[in-house]
């Protein structure tokens, strides 16, 4: 088997169409959720989903030379940093939010404002670590030794950190935690704990929360696609295999638990009945750009069951999942889920979901800028 790559011609030309819409459609907004009316909202700026829309806009704008991607971009981490200023919920998210806006907005037009933005992210970041657990603290009113699996996509705001500011403090956290993460979240089969409790004062673990997934033991999918994205990440910045083998584990247990459409429901292990449990698409999209990154790194027949398995859930969510027939829909892809235990946004378009989607079909067309 080789590393030849099909064609995904046909979906960018039909994102690139659908952006030109987005861009019309969205004004001003700050998109999380689009419901079955599909209009996304309007959320708070220091919401954890802030930086998806803006990172659309920068990919669309470094694919296209389009000012008007550029403009709609440009002042999102200006947003952020004024909200940072006030009363505000800015947690270990900080990630999520700079990276596609302050970090590639530095990148790609070298904006001295934007690179000290991304690096006072970087800083409230790394305040959050703590030494004892050797861990990134998660939200702001849960326990103070709560962990959580999705800090390993925010890693890279602190590898970014330490190689722009030389100061490797930065990535000595982000190794710390990542050594955290294959300790304690990722299970040796593969599957991945959403929240882990440490005792905030001697870093004892406590044990397995289970958060957004169906239960301690269960395996949330999106979770996963965190885990197996982020520890990929950590080998890129590190050369550490460890990471490598890590990530390697998480996604050889997610191809394995797709069913048959390579959509994968939202947690693994939900219940008895999973063919009528919920899909999320997020965590397919989000799961397929993290497969990129790993067959970009292993060489050969290993890279290239990770592209094809990539391959294989964007295709599905080309053919399947998204809006194209329904051009006033304001998102690109449908059947996410955000929050299933809650009971919150089952069965809704996510910004992520559409943010992760076209990051990775614009590294199937040659986008090289990395945001995470
Ligand atoms: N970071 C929260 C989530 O994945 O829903």
């Known amino acids: 088997m080789g590393k030849e790559r099909n064609n995904f011609a046909e979906p960018l030309a039909m994102l690139l169409d659908k952006g030109e819409r987005m861009l019309l459609q969205m004004g001003d907004k700050s998109p999380h959720v689009a419901k079955a009316d599909g209009v996304y909202d309007d959320m708070r700026h220091d919401w954890w989903t802030s930086g998806f829309w803006p990172g659309i806009l920068w990919i669309l704008y470094d694919l296209t030379g389009k000012e008007q991607y550029k403009e709609a971009a440009w002042g999102w981490d200006e947003k952020f940093e004024r909200k940072m200023m006030q009363d505000n919920n800015f947690h270990h998210d900080v990630g999520f939010q700079f990276l596609p806006t302050a970090v590639i907005k530095h990148k790609l037009t070298g904006d001295p404002d934007a690179l000290r933005r991304g690096l006072f992210a970087a800083n409230f970041l790394a305040g959050r670590y703590n030494l004892a657990g050797r861990f990134l603290r998660a939200w702001n009113q849960e326990k103070l030794g709560w962990s959580i699996i999705d800090s390993t996509m925010n890693l890279s705001l602190l590898f970014w950190a330490?190689?722009?500011?030389?100061?490797?403090?930065?990535?000595?956290?982000?190794?710390?935690?990542?050594?955290?993460?294959?300790?304690?979240?990722?299970?040796?089969?593969?599957?991945?704990?959403?929240?882990?409790?440490?005792?905030?004062?001697?870093?004892?673990?406590?044990?397995?929360?289970?958060?957004?997934?169906?239960?301690?033991?269960?395996?949330w999918s999106r979770g996963a696609a965190w885990a197996l994205y982020g520890m990929a990440?950590?080998?890129?910045?590190?050369?550490?295999?460890?990471?490598?083998?890590?990530?390697?584990?998480?996604?050889?247990?997610?191809?394995?638990?797709?069913?048959?459409?390579?959509?994968?429901?939202?947690?693994?292990?939900?219940?008895?009945?999973?063919?009528?449990?919920?899909?999320?698409?997020?965590?397919?999209?989000?799961?397929?750009?993290?497969?990129?990154?790993?067959?970009?790194?292993?060489?050969?027949?290993?890279?290239?069951?990770?592209?094809?398995?990539?391959?294989?859930?964007?295709?599905?969510?080309?053919?399947?999942?998204?809006?194209?027939?329904?051009?006033?829909?304001?998102?690109?892809?449908?059947?996410?889920?955000?929050?299933?235990?809650?009971?919150?946004?089952?069965?809704?378009?996510?910004?992520?979901?559409?943010?992760?989607?076209?990051?990775?079909?614009?590294?199937?067309?040659?986008?090289?800028?990395?945001?995470?």
């Open 162 to 219: 330490a190689e722009t500011s030389n100061d490797p403090r930065f990535a000595h956290i982000a190794k710390a935690h990542a050594d955290t993460v294959v300790e304690h979240f990722i299970r040796e089969d593969g599957s991945v704990r959403h929240i882990v409790n440490f005792d905030p004062e001697t870093g004892e673990y406590l044990g397995a929360i289970g958060g957004q997934g169906a239960g301690p033991d269960s395996a």
């Open 233 to 372: 990440n950590a080998y890129t910045y590190t050369g550490d295999e460890k990471y490598m083998r890590a990530s390697q584990r998480v996604a050889n247990f997610f191809i394995a638990n797709l069913p048959s459409d390579d959509v994968p429901h939202w947690d693994f292990r939900a219940s008895e009945d999973l063919e009528n449990e919920p899909r999320d698409t997020s965590a397919g999209a989000c799961a397929a750009s993290g497969l990129l990154e790993l067959a970009s790194i292993l060489p050969g027949n290993e890279g290239s069951v990770y592209l094809r398995a990539a391959e294989r859930i964007l295709t599905s969510l080309h053919h399947n999942y998204a809006t194209w027939d329904l051009p006033s829909h304001d998102a690109i892809l449908v059947q996410a889920t955000g929050h299933k235990p809650a009971g919150e946004n089952v069965d809704v378009s996510l910004i992520y979901g559409d943010y992760f989607f076209v990051e990775a079909i614009a590294k199937l067309n040659g986008w090289k800028s990395r945001i995470f």
